[in-house]
Structures are given as structure tokens and as C-alpha cells.
């Protein structure tokens, strides 16, 4: 077997195996682990040239495994833009954005993301009017919140010859007033009129800002991602996996990323995306569409009329057959299917589709996933066990929006479940954890809080009985989107012969306080075998 290249000890060693951490020591060469045992039992393999470090009380985890991102979207954001979500009003907002675009002179375009109209005292949608007050002289694009509404200003409309009369999209709305003049607020894929002239930043910048996205991953023990994409909101794709490729022939990959693109009724494209990426640290997944939108723009399709806004249910990105013929098409043909389902009628949809694509196509381990699954009706719960759908969830989101914005537009007679980890996790189904990063930040620490004690940072609880364990939130970041991504032979668990994908936290989860998770920090992480980030609190023996 030879000598190890690394070893890691610790007193609290979460395999993934078990729901206790164990005391241990795990030996690594090359990129894989090749022994998982007592120091005594990993002595023999420690040699002249092997690094050995003691964590004594940290713990030792399988590296981080965000589901659900978007990456360059996401570095643009982080990056570039003003960040809104302390804003109390739109004036502030807009003064926030005007400061901002002071600091950067020389940028074509000024992004902003975070504002929320409902955190607002008079929780009215903003105008464009206002963000003119405070800079006219280039185009301003600002995401709300949840990133599935738009701000712009005149600028921007005069950019990208937006007009009274210009057409909506097949979903999406260009927010108008009762006169017919625009008001700046584009909903939905509307927001593509912006971000197809607004993204088209040089090669050089976007690598530079995703290499600040792998430096920040590192930095967080994140070694793996799911990159979604399915929504003109967001970049070009084929521009990222070009970044994306020349990064990993060259070696500098430092997380794994596992692409899914966007479901189409023609799959060609997937096909030969399936085909060109296939590599340990890129590749193809699956494919991802959206069947709604979001609940606080009455966009997330429901079961029954929204309670503030009974003229609607709110809709779907494509009429319910034509959702069920682009999962029958992908599904015999192997591809696995990421729905994006906020509202109870989404989520019973995308139920529907899978269960009708398992009738006519046969059953197979087709792993299909529902992302958000904010409102679920409680006669649809056990149908991800039996259906064998994982209910992806980004547990920070809870804290993100009010409760009051759910319950103020969802009538009880419709029995809503509101992130309901807990309820489906009891059923035995599987549950994985993200960020949608830009939407709130990387740090996975954020949705292990969140998902444990269902608390936002200022205390305030929602839903309690929906909280897990540890064990449960940190296999649902780790083991469930390795699952998820058909890699559990290589990924997500601490065990001899898998990839040595590691990160070292500075506390033990399972003994401190919950409000101690916030403040923990990564020690150490190590990608494909190699350390890629170490904090000077970690010593050698």
C-alpha cells in the first residue's frame, strides 16, 4: 500500500456512517482515502515524508456538497454589486445603489441584489422613478431577494430599447403602470430583456471572478457544487463551461462542479454536453427547468387562489402537458430531471410528471429532484419516498423571507406545509441541502443553523417541529448531494477507497451550543487529496 501522503486525527470524526462523530484518524494518498481507523491502527502507514496533522476537538467531516447554485451568476453578484437586503424602503435602496455605483466609476452596467419589497413599511413595489434620483447615467439592474424580479432604471430601459409595446415573454411580465408606461420592474424571465446585455463581461473578468468563487468555496470546505442553470436570468452557460474547462484541464479546480442545464423538449445539446463533460471535477449531471416562480410575486402556481390576490393561483412556465411531455421525453432517455416547484400546485406537478414518466417509461434510478419546495399540500408528502424524488431544499431561505409573506397570500384552507425538511425527512425520503447562491451567501454553516433550529439570526422562530438533528443536516450537505449526483461510490461519506474530499471545522457541532454553529469556521480542506486551504490554527504534528 505505501506510506500516506496526509494523515488527519481528531477526537470527532463524522464518517457519514453513523449520526455520532467516532475517534479516528484517516490516512490519504494520491486522491483517495486509503484507511479509516485508530492512530495506533494508522501508524504503520505514517512515513518520513507524510504530513500529519492532530485536530484534537475540531471535527472532521466529508467535504461540503452545496446542491443548488448558480455559480457565475452568483460571482457577478457577490462581487459586483450593491447588496440591498438591509434596505428598510425603496428610497434607501435606491440611495444604497447610488453610493455604490460612485465606487465604481468605470463599470458599464451597476448591479444590485437583495432588495424586499415585503421587509418595506408600505410593502409597494418600487418605481424606476426613484432609482433615477440617484444615478440616470448608466443602466442599473437590481434582483430582488429571491433573484426572480428586477429593479432597472430609465438608463437600462433606454439600453436595451425596452418600450410600452414591447411583448412579454412566454413567462415572465414587464411591469407596466395603469397607464401603460413602464415601471422598471421586470418579472420572471422578463429579466433576460437586462441580463443578456448587462452579463456580457471579457473572459478576463469572469475568470477572475470565478476564481474568487473557488478561493471562497475553499475557504468554506465546500469541495463539491451543483451549477443549475434553466432561466434567461442568468448567463450564457456555454460561456461558464468554458471557463470551467480550461480551469480543470489546467488543474485549478478546487471544488467539483456538476453542471445541469436547462430541460428542453429537443436534446441534442444535453446529449452532447453529457457526452464532452464526463471529467472527476466537471461534469454533466442532469437537466433543470422551472415549473413556477416565487410566492411573494404571486408567480408560485397554487392549488387555490392566492388569499390577498383571489384572481389568481398564480402559473406555470408551460402548460401542465407540455411540463409532463418534457419529463417523458428526458426520462426515456436516462437524463435526470431538476424542477424548480416553490407552490403546492408546482410541487404536485412535478410529482405528477415524474409518476406518469415512471408509468410509460418503466421504473428505473432516475433520482429526480424538486428544488425549493416552499408550500407542499400534505397529501403530496409521502409521494417523494414513494416516487424516489429527493426534495432539495436551501434551509437559509427560511430565514430570508418574513413568515407573514406566506401567510398573508396562502389561505389555511389550502393546509400549506412551509419548508417542510422535517415532515419529508420523517417519511424516509431524502432530502439535500444548498444555498441558491447568490441568493444568500456560501457559508454552509448559515443553512446548518437554519436547518436545526428554524431560527433567523435575530432569534425569531418559524415552524420549530420542522427542525432536524445535526447528523441529519450534515449528511443532507454532504452524502444526500452526492447521492443526488450519482456519485456515492466516490463522494459524500469518510471511507476507505473513496476520493479524499475533506473539510476540518474548528468546533464539534454535536456538543456546542446551536447559536455557536454560526461562528464555526473551517480549519482545513482537502480537495481530490490535496490540501487546499488550511487556517494557521491548524499544526502539524
Known amino acids: 500500500m505505501g506510506k500516506a501522503d496526509i494523515v488527519l486525527s481528531g477526537q470527532h470524526v463524522f464518517t457519514g456512517l453513523q449520526d455520532e462523530p467516532i475517534q479516528a484518524a484517516i490516512a490519504i494518498k494520491e486522491n483517495k482515502i486509503m484507511e ?19 485536530m484534537e476537538d475540531g471535527l472532521i467531516i466529508p467535504g461540503f456538497h452545496d446542491f443548488h447554485m448558480h455559480i457565475m451568476m452568483g460571482s457577478i453578484l457577490q462581487e459586483d454589486s450593491a447588496k440591498l437586503f438591509t434596505a428598510a424602503s425603496e428610497e434607501e435602496a435606491a440611495k444604497m445603489v447610488g453610493e455604490f455605483a460612485e465606487t465604481r466609476p468605470n463599470d458599464e452596467w451597476i448591479f444590485g441584489i437583495g432588495w424586499d419589497h415585503t421587509n418595506w413599511k408600505n410593502k409597494v413595489l418600487p418605481h424606476r422613478s426613484t432609482l433615477d434620483q440617484y444615478i440616470c447615467d448608466r443602466p442599473v439592474l437590481l434582483f430582488n431577494a429571491e433573484v426572480h424580479y428586477a429593479w432597472i432604471n430609465s438608463k437600462a430601459i ?18 407596466k403602470d395603469e397607464n401603460g408606461e413602464l415601471t422598471g420592474l421586470l418579472f420572471e424571465q422578463a429579466i433576460g430583456f437586462a441580463s443578456e446585455h448587462a452579463y456580457k463581461l471579457p473572459k478576463e473578468k469572469r475568470e477572475k471572478l470565478f476564481q474568487v468563487f473557488l478561493n471562497e468555496t475553499k475557504r468554506l470546505g465546500i469541495t463539491s457544487v451543483n451549477d443549475l442553470y434553466g432561466a434567461k436570468i442568468a448567463p450564457n452557460p456555454l460561456d461558464d463551461l468554458e471557463i470551467f474547462k480550461e480551469f ?20 441534442a445539446d444535453a446529449m452532447e454536453l453529457q457526452t464532452n463533460y464526463q471529467s472527476d471535477k466537471l461534469t454533466f449531471s442532469g437537466l433543470k427547468q422551472f415549473i413556477d416562480g416565487v410566492v411573494t410575486s404571486h408567480t408560485a402556481f397554487l ?40 407552490g403546492n400546485g408546482a410541487v404536485r406537478l412535478a410529482l405528477d410528471a415524474f409518476e406518469d414518466a415512471r408509468n410509460a417509461n418503466g421504473e428505473r434510478d432516475a433520482r429526480h429532484v424538486i428544488e425549493h419546495v416552499e408550500v407542499l399540500h400534505p397529501d403530496d408528502v409521502h409521494r417523494f419516498k414513494e416516487l424516489n424524488v429527493i426534495a432539495s431544499f436551501q434551509p437559509k431561505h427560511i430565514e430570508l423571507m418574513e413568515s407573514e409573506a406566506y401567510t398573508a ?47 433567523d439570526l435575530a432569534g425569531k422562530a418559524w415552524q420549530e417541529s420542522e427542525g432536524i438533528t445535526v447528523a441529519q443536516a450534515l449528511k443532507s450537505y454532504t452524502a444526500i448531494p452526492a447521492f443526488g449526483s450519482f456519485r456515492e461510490k466516490e ?51
Open 36 to 54: 479509516i481507523g485508530s492512530i495506533e491502527e494508522i501508524t504503520s502507514l505514517i512515513g518520513d515524508q507524510t504530513k500529519v496533522y492532530d
Open 158 to 175: 433606454e439600453k436595451i430599447q425596452l418600450t410600452r409595446n414591447t411583448p412579454n415573454p412566454e413567462y415572465g411580465e414587464i411591469g
Open 248 to 267: 480543470d484541464q489546467k488543474g485549478l479546480l478546487t471544488t467539483r462542479i456538476h453542471f445541469s442545464p436547462e430541460l428542453k423538449m429537443d436534446l
Open 491 to 541: 463522494l459524500g461519506t469518510l471511507e476507505a477507497g473513496k476520493i479524499a474530499d475533506i473539510a476540518v471545522l474548528d468546533k464539534n457541532l454535536f456538543s456546542i451550543s446551536t447559536e455557536e454553529i454560526l461562528e464555526t469556521k473551517v480549519k482545513m480542506t482537502v480537495m481530490d487529496g490535496k490540501i487546499v486551504h488550511e487556517s494557521q490554527a491548524v499544526q502539524r504534528v
Open 303 to 342: 392549488l387555490d387562489h392566492y388569499k390577498d390576490r383571489p384572481d389568481t393561483k398564480g402559473g406555470t412556465t408551460y402548460p401542465a402537458e407540455t411540463i409532463k411531455q418534457l419529463v417523458l421525453r428526458a426520462d426515456k432517455e436516462s437524463f435526470q430531471i431538476r424542477f424548480h416547484a416553490i
Open 409 to 455: 397570500r396562502i389561505s389555511e384552507k389550502q393546509q400549506p406545509l412551509y419548508y417542510p425538511v422535517k415532515t419529508i425527512v420523517d417519511t424516509g425520503a431524502k432530502i439535500a441541502f444548498g444555498t441558491d447562491f447568490p441568493v444568500v451567501p456560501l457559508n454552509p454553516m448559515m443553512g446548518i443553523y437554519q436547518a436545526i433550529t428554524r431560527k
